[in-house]
């Protein structure tokens, strides 16, 4: 009776012994698993930091970039102002554009209907409406509209008429406007026709 008590407390104590070693090697190999978890965490959260430093560069740079842009469009539009005021001087010095004083026989001649000077309707593109909006802003004249800068011309037609005016297109109306101030009616009806037919 104390053999097979002996020998069934060494089984229990072999049995007990293996699951201790076992247990400790499942312990020992999550707390590994877990460790290596960890780092590879800690890889990713490195690089992601990285990753935000480089996207902040970046963005700095870009910044400088719009600042540079902002400039580039300040000159250019200063350039622009410029060259208009130039235009502004070329008709009023002596020797600049000549003024040709208004025919209005010879314009009713060329364009087919009769009209007052200084009419912006005979503008292909302006109508009563517009002629009204643009007069109120001090633009009166064929000599004043072929000064006005396009971009601002249309500035005003949004600011005063509303967002219907934004179909409504003013590059040519100064070079139709010149055209009229310098009398050169026949000219003005054939850049007329070929905006119409372009249409």
């Known amino acids: 009776m104390s053999e097979r008590f002996a020998s069934d407390l060494i089984f229990i104590l072999v049995v007990l012994l ?13 707390r590994k698993y877990k460790y290596l978890k960890f780092s590879e965490i800690e890889e990713e959260i490195k690089q992601l930091k990285n990753c935000c430093d480089k996207t902040k ?11 540079q842009a902002d400039e580039e469009i300040s000159k250019l539009k200063s350039g622009l102002n410029e060259f208009y005021l130039e235009k502004q001087a070329l008709f009023s010095v002596p020797g600049g554009m000549p003024v040709v004083e208004f025919d209005a026989d010879l314009a009713a001649n060329a364009l087919g209907y009769k009209f007052a000077e200084n009419d912006l309707k005979i503008i292909e593109g302006i109508g009563e409406k517009i002629e009204s909006i643009l007069k109120a802003s001090g633009i009166d004249t064929w000599v004043k509209l072929s000064h006005a800068d396009p971009v601002k011309i249309k500035e005003i037609l949004l600011e005063v008429g509303g967002p ?12 139709q406007a010149l055209m009229a101030y310098t009398g050169k009616w026949d000219e003005l009806k054939l850049y007329q026709d070929e905006l119409n037919a372009g249409r």
């Not at 560069?57 to 600042?67: H, S």
């Not at 219907?164 to 070079?175: F, V």
């Open 57 to 67: 560069e970046e963005i700095i740079q870009l910044k400088k970039r719009c600042a």
């Open 18 to 30: 293996i699951a201790a070693l076992i247990g400790f090697l499942i312990g020992y190999f999550l």
């Open 164 to 175: 219907r005016y934004h179909m409504h297109e003013p590059k040519t109306w100064p070079k």
